[in-house]
């Protein structure tokens, strides 16, 4: 399942980071759910509750931040938020786009408790 590994990915690096400044425990881990990601924020914390058992990462409480689709545009050389999911460049109609950010989840940030 695509959730689950990318759980144990998150699940890795806050353990990591944790590891590293000599925390008990991690209290929350902020994410960035691109639109294209395909990501579902309820399966990905349900994974997380589950993987996280256990872990310095248990009880954590995980925040999503959306993210809108960028586009750039090779007509006319802009780059711009799409309101909807599709391709077309809001500002000159063209297809010619190219996906800047919104496919990706990212890991912003990670609060610890020492
Ligand atoms: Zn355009």
Redesign the pocket.
Request: glycine letters at 10%; one cysteine or more.
């Given at each position: 399942m695509h959730e689950l590994s990318l759980v144990a990915e998150i699940l890795r690096l806050a353990e990591q980071h944790a590891l590293e400044q000599g925390a008990m425990r991690v209290r929350e881990i902020r994410l960035e759910v691109g639109v294209l990601s395909g990501v579902e924020p309820s399966l990905l914390k349900r994974a997380f509750e589950a993987l996280s058992m256990g872990s310095q990462a248990e009880g954590a409480e995980l925040i999503f931040e959306a993210k809108g689709l960028l586009l750039a545009?090779k007509?006319?050389q802009?780059e711009?938020e799409a309101k909807e999911l599709s391709m077309r460049?809001p500002?000159?109609?063209?297809l010619q786009?190219r996906v800047l950010a919104g496919e990706d989840l990212l890991l912003k940030t990670i609060v610890l408790e020492a």
């Open positions: 545009c007509a006319c802009k711009t460049c500002n000159c109609g063209s786009t």
